[in-house]
């Protein structure tokens, strides 16, 4: 949606009225990046586009006696709409002082984002968004009706919060600030100071903070990234098991955030998907308990360590093509390339010729780049950068 200056509660009810009087129904632009991902994901023999650290294994959660329990005694019966006290629990036990009551389940971190953007945003709301980013908050909150002004990292500073661009991105009709910290699909923390001076920003208009937290605990250091959680008291926070914990088959997510939030994403919650699996639950639970959490923590970020090193060797030896700051959390990178060539043409080269697919920066809204994973097995890690190394040959001559 174009910001046209107008009263946003006008302009945003000159859209809805535009958009469904006579029984016209809303529409949304496609989610480039999911829908590309379903696209080419399963389609090639090396693929490096994922966001995520390489799965875990049921083994590696549960001893052979706890299956044989579990095969015996889970009672595969509905669990509480809003998340088991349990698993609430174990949530709330990943952050400093939070209350269970706080914590509210989703299937997966998108369902959490997308539940807030149905939920909080209304039409001509305004909300300042984090680029690049995923695209998800964004796209649906424009398709309500809102304003969304982005604000940016920026690259020539190694992809730090560009704060002049935020506070030209917040009004005094800001609803929300929405940061990726630790950032996708840069990689890249924001400072304690910047931290603060978001809330700081946030606090002179009033707004929500959202902050997508997914990656936090997939750092390439010891130190776990800062939450937003406990800064203010109008912060959201969203997470899941998906990444740094590397259980993506769980499709288990969360939002955080003050009461009322909380209860209004649960009232719209009951249009979709209801509750969490009973064995997602169960498993979930287990692995959010803190001594649990920290071997998966160790056994993820000693992949990414490894990797990373391998990947910055391969980055360096197309020097003068490829370059790229090293991510200081999560298991890809946002390689910037210097060819005459878009990324999405580039990357459909590959998918065409080479058979390894990794994702354009297009679909970020950063075009020049391609975030690449290098979070999965070290041998199909070399094998899928020799497939782009032919892509990249070509372009060169």
């Keep these: 949606m174009t910001c046209t200056g107008l009263d946003p509660r006008i302009e945003g009810l000159i859209l809805y009225i535009s958009l469904f009087q006579g029984g016209v129904r809303l529409k949304i632009a496609e989610f480039k ?10 389609e090639v023999e090396y693929d490096l586009s994922a966001s995520g650290i390489y799965p875990m294994f049921i083994r590696e959660i549960l001893t052979p006696e706890e299956m044989v329990d579990v095969y015996n005694n889970l009672h595969l019966k509905y669990v509480h709409t809003a998340g088991t006290r349990h698993l609430r629990e174990a949530v709330a036990s990943f952050y400093e002082g939070m209350d269970p009551k706080s914590v509210f389940m989703t299937n997966g971190s998108a369902e959490a984002l997308y539940l807030l953007a149905w939920s909080l945003i209304d039409p001509g709301d305004e ?23 982005n604000f940016t990292l920026d690259p020539s500073q190694n992809w730090s919060l560009d704060v002049e661009s935020l506070k030209s991105a917040v009004t005094p009709r800001t609803k929300l600030i929405c940061v990726c910290n630790p950032n996708n699909p840069t990689g890249t923390v924001l400072s304690k100071d910047q931290m603060q001076e978001v809330v700081r920003i946030a606090e002179t208009v009033g707004a929500y903070i959202l902050s997508d937290e997914v990656y936090r ?10 939450s ?25 997510g969360w939002i955080a955030g003050p009461q009322e939030i909380v209860e ?15 064995f997602s ?49 999560g298991c890809f990178a946002f390689v910037r390339f210097d060819l005459p060539v878009s990324s999405w043409d580039l990357v459909m080269d590959m998918v065409k010729k080479d058979s390894v697919f990794v994702i354009p920066g297009s679909c970020f809204g950063i075009e020049g780049h391609l975030r690449m994973n290098f979070g999965v097995e070290r041998t199909f ?5 020799e497939r782009v190394d032919r892509t990249l040959a070509r372009f060169r001559k």
């Design 33 to 42: 990046l999911e829908r590309t991902l379903a696209r080419f994901q399963n």
């Design 127 to 149: 909300i300042a968004f984090m680029l690049p980013n995923f695209m998800l908050l964004s796209q649906v909150a424009e398709a309500n009706g809102a304003c969304v002004r």
């Design 217 to 226: 605990g997939a750092e390439q250091g010891e130190e776990m990234t800062p």
């Design 228 to 252: 937003f959680w406990g800064l203010y008291d109008k912060v959201i926070v969203i997470s899941g098991l998906s990444k740094s914990f590397g259980l993506p088959g769980l499709r288990i």
């Design 264 to 278: 209004k994403a649960w009232f719209y919650h009951d249009y979709l998907s209801t509750t969490v699996t009973t």
């Design 281 to 329: 639950d169960m498993l979930a639970t287990r692995a959010l308990q803190p001594e649990m959490r920290n071997r998966i923590f160790r056994r993820n970020r000693e992949i990414v360590r490894q990797n990373l090193e391998t990947f910055t060797g391969w980055v360096q030896s197309h020097k003068g093509v490829l370059s790229f700051t090293p991510p200081q959390a």
């Design 381 to 385: 890690l070399e094998r899928g950068l």
